[in-house]
């Protein structure tokens, strides 16, 4: 079983510096993971790439030879991506073992989480492929430090009741009250200039995909110490 996050959120939240001092981390502990990117318009990374979606396409040369806008381009390679998940992926994701640790650096664009299913539909593939996945979603602090930016459970209560029939009142009030109860939607603080923080964080991804719940137990052996008599 392989294990896989997925990093998400708004343009300029900050996923590719997590995984460039995710990458440095684990390089720290001597643990291995790989960084896939999946921006087709990214240019400079500040860490080793292991897969590039730009060796399949990229986001210049739809925008060249198709005449498109920048979020049109990104969403046409991006719906490339899907078309070749049978392909190019599926060949790339041969060249790892099962217990490989992949980080997929998404686009910030949300069309593409909105309007079209290539995301579900990569999240579906990994999972078919054997993959354990969790997707990371980073937000800037400041969207958190006012209270009427910070999305609670029971905030969507009213919501729900809005856009629902009143037979469904108690079941969205139970929902709610089961989600909040059990935290089931919850934010992490991350200061990446703290290897305390990216630790914890990062603890939390693998409880989620189960990481390292099956590996075995490493038991070094002993020389008896000789008694001295």
Not at 204 to 217: F, H, K, L, S, T
Request: charged share 25%; glycine share 4%.
């Amino acid at each position: 079983m392989g294990y896989a996050q997925l990093v998400i959120g708004p343009a300029g939240s900050g996923k590719s510096t997590y995984c460039s001092s995710l990458y440095q981390h684990c390089e720290t502990v001597r643990r291995s993971i790989h960084i896939v990117n999946l921006d087709p318009a990214a240019e400079h990374f500040d860490y080793p790439v292991a897969m590039d979606i730009r060796e399949l396409i990229s986001l210049d040369d739809v925008m060249e030879e198709l005449g498109l806008g920048p979020n049109g381009a990104l969403i046409y390679c991006m719906e490339e991506l899907e078309d070749n998940l049978d392909d190019w992926l599926t060949e790339h994701l041969d060249n790892y073992t099962d217990d490989d640790y992949l980080v997929f650096d998404c686009p910030g664009q949300i069309e593409l989480f909105s309007h079209v299913p290539v995301l579900r539909n990569f999240v579906e593939h990994l999972k078919r492929k054997n993959f354990n996945v969790c997707a990371v979603y980073l937000i800037d602090s400041q969207f958190i430090t006012d209270v009427t930016k910070f999305i609670k459970p029971r905030a969507l209560l009213s919501e729900l009741n809005q856009r629902m029939a009143p037979q469904f009142l108690k079941l969205n009030k139970a929902l709610i009250e089961l989600v909040d109860e059990y935290s089931m939607v919850n934010f992490v603080p991350l200061d990446l200039r703290k290897e305390s923080s990216i630790k914890y964080v990062l603890a939390q991804i693998d409880n989620c995909i189960q990481y390292g719940e099956d590996a075995d137990v490493k038991v070094r052996d002993f020389d008896p110490e000789d008694d001295d008599e």
